[in-house]
């Protein structure tokens, strides 16, 4: 009778580890396939730029003035 259930808890445990890689190797970034965090920093300081002058928050003097300082190499 032990048997029985240390071999269904093993079979759990198989099934169990079959599926959590399956997930891992789904979930992991494939080549080729760049995620946003990999963009170099300036495209989102120039996206949240672009965002602000379309709100109004800012006028367009100071986005021209703001954007010319992203563009410049450093």
Avoid: C, N
């Amino acid at each position: 009778m032990t048997g029985w259930i240390a071999m269904a808890v093993l079979m759990v445990l198989f099934w169990s580890g079959v599926v959590i890689v399956i997930v891992v190797l789904l979930r992991r970034p494939h080549p080729g396939q760049g995620t946003p965090d990999m963009r170099p920093s300036h495209y989102e300081a120039e996206r949240i730029l672009h965002e602000r002058f379309a709100r109004g928050e800012i006028d367009e003097s100071e986005y021209l003035a703001r954007h010319a300082a992203l563009r410049r190499p450093e």
